[in-house]
């Protein structure tokens, strides 16, 4: 999704017959209509922001320029998430090795951090209510991976033998609490009970400046999503490296273009 929005955006810079700061404030109102389409989708909106942003601090060029540079940001973009995934698998190579992992949903970046590391066992919820744990368990199967597949309500029970629970997320807000698919806050919630770490797998782009108070409003009637508290999250493994949910604060601080983007991005009514 957040690879289509940056593809959205720049095909609009090429086809725009606007130029200049029309152009930017064209740019800007789809990517905050991409973003608004779905709210709890971090990605989304870090992409998009990222590409705003680039596009914003480029506004003195003229329209050849900004068009090759929007393809170029989108390009590197693109890229950097393919490098982040590889750069998070093998920071999560020693957590993984002989390990009982439970997994909830179906991230990719958790599919890519299993396969460059094999754990000993794999179980996977069925993530209700699309069931998509369903599809990823078959694919982890298929990669010579052993995986048990159980029903939500059942993964607590397989808590007590794990080495820890590895999920991906859709959006890191700045306090470090996670929103991804919902029952992953059930999940981490016992976890935390019984002292089984809880390890969240995440692209930097991912991250979100914005506090706990607006990620709820933000996310507020996203039934398929919840959001897991920082204290009920250990880790959370970037490309910039593992960090304390209590540390993503000074991450997001250290990244100019999260702030940028989320700045251009929300809606008028919320920067007055």
């Given at each position: ?5 940056v ?5 609009l810079?090429?086809e725009?017959?606007a ?8 740019l ?12 709890a989708?971090g990605a ?6 990222r590409?705003l942003?680039a596009a ?6 003229d329209?050849d320029?900004m068009?090759r540079?929007?393809?170029?940001e989108?390009n590197a973009?693109?890229a950097?998430?393919d ?5 998070i ?21 958790v ?7 094999p754990?000993?066992r794999?179980?996977c919820?069925v993530s ?10 078959d694919e ?7 995986v ?5 309500d ?34 981490a ?15 930097v ?7 706990p108070?607006?990620?709820l409003?933000?996310i ?13 999250v ?8 593992a960090?304390?949910?209590t ?6 601080d250290?990244t ?10 929300r809606p008028l009514?919320?920067q007055?």
């Amino acid at each position: 999704m957040a690879r289509r929005a940056v593809e959205t955006l720049v095909e609009l810079a090429d086809e725009d017959t606007a130029r200049g700061e029309e152009l930017l404030d064209s740019l800007i109102d789809a990517g905050r209509s991409l973003a608004a389409s779905r709210p709890a989708v971090g990605a989304i909106t870090g992409a998009a922001g990222r590409l705003l942003a680039a596009a914003r601090a480029g506004a003195h060029l003229d329209d050849d320029e900004m068009c090759r540079m929007l393809h170029d940001e989108a390009n590197a973009l693109i890229a950097g998430r393919d490098r982040a995934g590889r750069s998070i698998a093998i920071q999560l190579r020693e957590r993984l090795t002989d390990a009982l992992v439970v997994t909830h949903s179906a991230s990719a970046t958790v599919r890519e951090a299993f396969l460059y590391t094999p754990p000993a066992r794999v179980v996977c919820t069925v993530s209700a209510p699309f069931e998509e744990g369903r599809a990823f368990a078959d694919e982890l199967r298929g990669e010579g991976l052993e995986v048990e597949l159980v029903e939500d309500d059942e993964a607590a029970a397989k808590l007590e033998h794990a080495s820890l629970v590895l999920v991906g997320a859709d959006t890191i807000f700045r306090d470090g609490s996670v929103c991804n698919k919902v029952g992953t806050a059930t999940i981490a919630s016992a976890a935390g009970e019984i002292g089984v770490p809880v390890v969240v797998a995440s692209e930097v782009i991912k991250l979100s400046p914005i506090g706990p108070s607006e990620a709820l409003e933000q996310i507020q009637g996203e039934q398929y999503f919840d959001v897991t508290p920082a204290e009920d999250v250990d880790e959370i493994v970037t490309e910039e490296g593992a960090f304390a949910s209590t540390e993503i604060a000074a991450l997001v601080d250290r990244t100019p273009f999260l702030r940028d983007g989320y700045q251009l991005l929300r809606p008028l009514r919320t920067q007055r």
